[in-house]
């Protein structure tokens, strides 16, 4: 079992930046891929990114990439979501979550973090 909570959300100027941290619980952290996942009003949760148990390897989506960066650091247990850049379209509610592989899908992930609210104001 592992227990995901999000931190870092807020409001933010479109141009901005924003970090969000996701801290596990569990002694088995680094075996899992952990990703990013947001939610719009009215739109459905869309994959962002993610990065392997190691954090040799990540995968970005193209709304994100060149503007986000997803990082980890095993021995405490987090993973973390630098937002560089940000647009008013990045607006969402923004969740971390863990898999035992890799995956772009919401499907691909077992455990969910409750989210954290993120505006860009235009």
């Known amino acids: 079992q592992v227990q995901l909570v999000e931190s870092g959300g807020g409001l933010v100027q479109a141009g901005g930046s924003l970090s969000l941290s996701c801290a596990a619980s569990?002694?088995?952290?680094?075996?899992?891929?952990m990703g990013w996942f947001r939610q719009a009003p009215g739109k459905e949760r869309e994959f962002i990114t993610t990065?392997?148990?190691?954090?040799?390897?990540?995968y970005y989506a193209g709304s994100v990439k060149g503007r986000f960066t997803i990082s980890r650091d095993n021995a405490k247990n987090t993973v973390y979501l630098q937002m560089n850049s940000l647009k008013p379209e990045d607006t969402a509610v923004y969740y971390c979550?863990?898999?035992?592989?890799?995956?772009?899908?919401?499907?691909?992930?077992?455990?969910w973090g409750q989210g954290t609210q993120v505006t860009v104001s235009s």
């Open positions: 990065i392997s148990g190691s954090g040799g390897n990540t």
């Open positions: 979550a863990a898999a035992r592989h890799y995956s772009a899908y919401r499907e691909g992930y077992d455990y």
């Open positions: 569990g002694r088995t952290f680094s075996s899992y891929y």
